[in-house]
Every structure is written in structure tokens, then in C-alpha cells.
């Protein structure tokens, strides 16, 4: 009996000497292919790409994201509503994925401004460690030129994350006089080459972006810089009614005026900041016709440009 008792004692030893990053999730052990802790990656029209030179995530009560990117200045941001917990999650719960290549900015919003597909599914969250790893797969559109790119495979591997981060970032409008605030979540990417400030706001599943091709610099930027605002200004039943600034149909662009007051770039591993204001005309187009029309006034921008931590 005692031998039976000293063989279940070790036993309950060694489980409680595992942590939770020490323990396989589901298919864990079938990951193979040089994945380890940090992975970030997902095959693009079924090209490998790898996001893991530098990773982050967030978990909070209203808004989380994972980011990852690599060396060549890509990025990818998938961000859900609500803290980081296991579950899947999809386009229809208000989970998206950005990413910022050389070529242009992708997300899972086509042209058209409908969702595409888009599946997050969160295997693991260690709130001890703060870790997080997950699979993903979906399509994303370029945001200017309408190209699609299928998602598949994708994975990350405990990226590190933070808990209730407080942000004092700032990014809304006025919409036709009515105020809309997009500060959650808020953040400038792809600062010297194409440029993206983005934002949500969660209560009515909205999304801001302000697209700046030639990157940000202390200047005003008009539609003649080709700058491209886009919001979805649909409620929660029709997330994808988008309002723009461009038809890509006609090649058309709305007057649009985005004022760069500053652009502060800190240290290595440290965020900078941006600000400035915005205003303009967006519309929603049917076929290259203007069927409704909003004016943006009193535009606000003061976020923080997204420093990812080096792996």
C-alpha cells in the first residue's frame, strides 16, 4: 500500500510542478515545423509569412488584440471585443485582422465595405504568465486596390500579453454633428511608408481608418495625397454599411483634409505618439452613385504609434 501511496504522491508532485505553458493544449503536440513559444505566423494564398521578429497583446474587458511583426516593416493585428479567453470567434462577433504589407493595408472589410470571413480560435490563456496562443484563418481585401488574400493555417504560440493596459489614446469626430468616438484600441502603423491610424468603437461595432500612402510627417494631407478615410457607420445588424471618402469604382475622392500637428518617434521598445485633427466629406457609394452623404467636422487625433516588443 505504501508503495501505491509513494508512486500517487510523486504523480500529484510532478502535474503541479507544470505550469500552464508547460501543459499541451488540443493538437499541441502535432505543431512540428520549428514552431515554439513566440510563433507568430500564417500562410498568405498559400505563401508562409512570419510575424514573430516582434509580438504584443492586450487583454481587456472591452477591447483585446494580438500583434505581431517582422523585420521588413509587415504587420498583423487581430483584435476581438472583450478580455483574451478560450473560445472561437469570428467577423460576426466584431474580431478582425489588419495587416500592413509593403504593397498596401489588408483587413478583413472588402471594398464593398461587407465582412469578410474571418475565425479566431483561442486555445490557450495562461492569465499567470500572460501567455496566449490560438489558430486563425479567413480572407482579408486590400483596402485600395480590392485584391483578396486567403488566410490559412495561422498560428501564434504564447505571445505575451498585458492585462487592462488604461489607454489615453484619442480618436473621434463629429458625423453629421453627432460626436462618434473611435479611441478604442486607437494606434498609428506603417509610420514611414504607408501610414494607418485606426480606432474602434465598440459600442455600435464601428471601425475608423485613415489611410495615408506616403506615411505620416508634421503636414496637411488632402485627397490629392490620395488619403482614404473609411468608417462603417451601420448599426449592429448591418456592421458592413461603410462610408468612404474613395470610390474605387469611379476612382473617385471626396474632399478630405488630414492636419499632422506631431509626430514624436521615442526610444527602441517605447511608443510615440501622434497627433493632429481631420475633417472632410465621406459617402456611401452604389455603383459609383453617391446615395448619402456625411460630414466630418471637429477630428481628433492623438494615438499611440504601435512599438511591437522584440522577441
Known sequence: M????????????????????????????????????GTYQVELNGNLWKFDDTTEAQSDAIQSYING?????????????????????????????????????????DEDGEFLPFELKITSV?????????????????MTTGEVIT?????????????????????????????KDFSINARAEGITTAALIVGENQDQLQT???????????????????????????????PSDVYTNYDPL?????????????VELA??????????????TIAKFVNGEIVDEVEITNGEIDVPIVVLSQN
Open 2 to 37: 505504501n508503495k501505491y501511496f509513494l508512486f500517487a504522491f510523486a504523480l500529484f508532485g510532478l502535474l503541479l510542478s507544470c505550469n500552464d505553458s508547460e501543459l499541451f493544449t488540443p493538437g499541441d503536440e502535432f505543431l512540428g515545423g520549428g514552431i515554439t513559444a
Open 69 to 109: 511583426s517582422n523585420d521588413n516593416g509587415n504587420t498583423i493585428s487581430i483584435s476581438k471585443i472583450g478580455t483574451l479567453s478560450t473560445g472561437t470567434y469570428t467577423e460576426a462577433d466584431g474580431t478582425m485582422v489588419v495587416l500592413m504589407m509593403n504593397n498596401g493595408i489588408y483587413s478583413n472589410v
Open 126 to 142: 495562461n492569465q499567470f504568465q500572460g501567455h496566449v496562443s490560438g489558430r486563425f484563418s479567413g480572407m482579408v481585401s486590400n
Open 151 to 179: 488566410l490559412t493555417n495561422g498560428i501564434f504560440v504564447n505571445i505575451e500579453f498585458e492585462t487592462g493596459v488604461i489607454s489615453t489614446a484619442k480618436l473621434k469626430g463629429d458625423f453629421n454633428e453627432v460626436e
Open 208 to 238: 475608423l481608418s485613415i489611410t495615408i500612402p506616403g506615411g505620416l510627417s508634421e503636414e496637411i494631407f488632402t485627397e490629392e495625397d490620395l488619403v482614404k478615410v473609411q468608417v462603417n457607420l451601420g448599426t449592429t445588424t448591418n
Open 250 to 262: 469611379t476612382d473617385t475622392y471626396l474632399p478630405t483634409t488630414v492636419n499632422i500637428t506631431s
Open 267 to 280: 526610444g527602441e521598445n517605447t511608443t510615440g505618439n501622434v497627433k493632429g485633427t481631420f475633417s472632410g
